[in-house]
């Protein structure tokens, strides 16, 4: 949504292998922004993860998680370990804070106006990670990340409108202790930046 119009420029990636069906990766959007001004969107969904993994990994987040330990990947866990959560954060013995910490990290690209919104369609699994990591709370810490790949917007908030059950979820889950930490990022040719953290819009 908010994304694709027609003759829309893209930079694609080139990775050929005789195991993918296509040699090339769609990672970025051209749009105009409300203000006229022409900037790139990331829009490869797998880039989500290795960005805010180097983002813990390089302390920008640490006013909010903590120094840690040990960071893994995909680890399961929820009822009967069904789930998977994006990151399993250990902390270290300086931070204050104990608890395990869990991570989920939504790919975020819908906007209007100045609000970024997550999801944007109905997400059984998104909400089904809520329910989990409300399972988790409070003896773990549990951070829900927005990876926002556009600087254009100034709030971020619950895309109600698609899924209000989703939004429901998400306002229960951070009455019971989520911590929601939405990350905007700059994409150029060469490189990404984390540009800011923008405040959460709560809605009733």
């Known amino acids: 949504k908010s994304l694709i119009t027609k003759d829309s420029r893209v930079r694609v990636s080139f990775s050929p292998s005789p195991t993918r069906k ?10 105009i922004t409300n203000q006229g001004k022409k900037i790139w969107v990331g829009v490869n969904t797998l880039f989500a ?5 180097k ?91 927005p990876c926002i790949t556009r600087i254009d917007v100034q709030f971020f908030s619950s895309g109600d409108e698609v899924d209000p059950l989703y939004g429901n979820l998400f306002r229960e889950s951070i009455k019971k202790g989520l911590i929601v930490i939405p990350c905007c990022f700059d994409f150029h040719k060469d490189h990404v ?9 709560e809605t009733k």
């Open 55 to 145: 983002a813990i990994e390089y302390e920008l987040l640490n006013k909010f998680i903590g120094e840690t330990e040990l960071i893994r990947a995909e680890v399961p866990y929820g009822v009967e370990k069904k789930s998977r959560i994006d990151f399993l954060l250990t902390p270290k013995s300086s931070n204050p804070d104990k608890r395990d910490i869990y991570i989920e990290v939504k790919n975020t690209t819908w906007a209007k106006d100045n609000l970024a919104l997550f999801p944007d369609t109905i997400t059984t699994r998104g909400q089904k990670h809520l329910r989990e990591l409300m399972a988790v709370l409070p003896h773990s810490k549990c951070i829900l990340i």
């Open 193 to 201: 930046t984390l540009k800011k953290i923008i405040p959460l819009l």
């Open 22 to 31: 296509l040699s090339w990766t769609w990672e970025q959007v051209e749009i």
């Open 49 to 53: 993860n290795k960005l805010i993994r």
